[in-house]
């Protein structure tokens, strides 16, 4: 049997944390509600993905990527965020999704993401 | 001319000057009547009925305009925190938008268990609720947007003040500032409750800048305090720990156009309007403050207390 994938899901929303662990069921989810505590999730075991909200209180989810580079430097970079500041310049991001995001688009583009398409 | 006509002129002119200490003192609606004389007291007479009629036609003009200010002050308050509303009606959307899609996809597959049917309900419920908090935020946007009536109506301050944080609290939240309030149950003014909320977003947002200023996004505390002073007389505080102001800023701050803030963030009328807005109240607002030591803005209102009530 091949090992689930792992997935960290940064929000400081616990809903929106909720609904994506049910969405990524068929994965091994971590989360975490801020960026100082994502950044203890990584270096306790490190994930094939991140997904993060950008505006949290305390640090930025931009900042969390920038520590998520040099802490779990193979992780991909999902971005949710309910402003539509589209950094697609931004090459640390692999994929930019704005809230309210789809279901069945949010699995994809972790698939996509994952299988490095 | 003879004494008698001179006594009588007397009278008139005493009425005349009466009618202008009258004028003087905000009485522009009364016109000094006019004798059969058309003389030189008649003239004058003219002269300053003119000069009140025109007064009232500016008085109105005036009136207009500031209620224009004011309106658009509101507009102006909104705007700066609509980013901060974006957010937040973003995410009960997307928590909605994801439960829906979700209870949707487990319906699709048919056999679904007892236990999945529970879980179904509760997604369900939780985007029932998180519905009900996007309302209640659009609901409050559209309230707060109107040009509301110039009606004073006797209202709770607690409850100003906490529709006020509706609009702010986001805000708050994402730059560390704790808000805490100590508001005594109960007490009540006879205010434009939409007026009086765009008092507290201006001072709520005047102590969100002075604390970033200060800390950056360290952040910092405001709180809002509010007692009765008398039975006559209320006063709600709110107070931060940001980076203060010296006396000559504090003794400027109410001033039309005045700003510390950089050119092009902020016109300087937020606390001129909110000033206005507390005299048309016919209350009173200060500031104390001193550099590095946060600041105080204390209202004062004139207190409502239901008939039949005995006050606290």
């Known amino acids: 049997m091949t090992e689930r994938r792992r997935l960290l899901v940064v929000d400081d929303e616990a809903e929106i944390v909720e609904l994506l662990r049910l969405t990524f069921e068929d994965f091994d989810v971590e989360t975490a509600m801020d960026a100082d505590s994502a950044i203890d999730r990584l270096r306790a075991r490190p994930v094939d993905a991140i997904i993060t909200d950008i505006r949290m209180p305390g640090r930025s989810g931009l900042s969390l990527i920038d520590e998520a580079a040099s802490v779990c430097p193979g992780a991909s970079v999902i971005v949710i965020t309910g402003h539509h500041q589209m950094l697609e310049s931004d090459t640390r991001v692999a994929r930019w999704i704005t809230k309210p995001f789809s279901i069945a688009g949010i699995r994809q583009a972790v698939t996509e993401v994952l299988s490095g398409s | ?312």
């Open chain 2, 1 to 312: 001319m003879s004494r008698d006509k001179l006594c009588f002129d007397r009278a008139r002119f005493e009425s005349v000057v009466n009618a202008i200490e009258n004028m003087a003192v905000g009485e522009l609606w009364k016109e000094i009547p006019l004798s059969t004389d058309r003389d030189e007291l008649d003239a004058l007479a003219h002269g300053v009925n003119v000069l009140s009629s025109e007064l009232r036609y500016r008085l109105s003009e005036l009136q207009s305009a500031q209620a224009s200010l004011i309106q658009s002050g509101k507009l102006a308050a909104l705007g700066e925190v609509s980013s901060g509303l974006a957010h937040e009606l973003n995410n009960p959307l997307a928590i909605v938008s994801g439960y829906v899609q979700l209870v949707r996809a487990w319906m699709a597959s048919g056999n679904a268990t007892t236990e999945e049917l529970a879980q179904n309900a509760a997604l369900l419920g939780k985007a029932e609720r998180n519905l009900e908090r996007m309302a209640a935020i659009i609901r409050h946007i559209l309230e707060f947007a109107r040009e509301s009536k110039p009606e004073k109506v006797p209202t709770l301050l607690a409850e100003v003040v906490e529709k006020s944080l509706i609009l702010i609290n986001e805000q708050m939240r994402l730059k560390n500032i704790d808000v805490a309030l100590s508001l005594q149950p109960g007490l009540m003014a006879e205010v434009n409750p939409s007026k009086l909320e765009q008092v507290f977003i201006n001072l709520l947002s005047n102590a969100r800048d002075a604390i970033i200023e200060a800390h950056g996004d360290a952040g910092g505390r405001i709180n809002v305090r509010s007692q009765a002073l008398s039975r006559s007389e209320v006063e709600v505080q709110v107070c931060d720990n940001g980076a203060g102001m010296d006396e000559d800023t504090s003794n400027r701050i109410f001033q039309p156009f005045f700003s510390t803030k950089d050119a092009g963030k902020g016109m300087g009328l937020g606390l001129s309007i909110t000033h206005g807005i507390v005299l048309e109240h016919g209350g009173t607002i200060t500031c104390v403050s001193e550099p590095g030591k946060g600041a105080t803005f204390s209202i004062r209102l004139p207190r409502w207390i239901p008939p039949d009530v005995e006050p606290a």
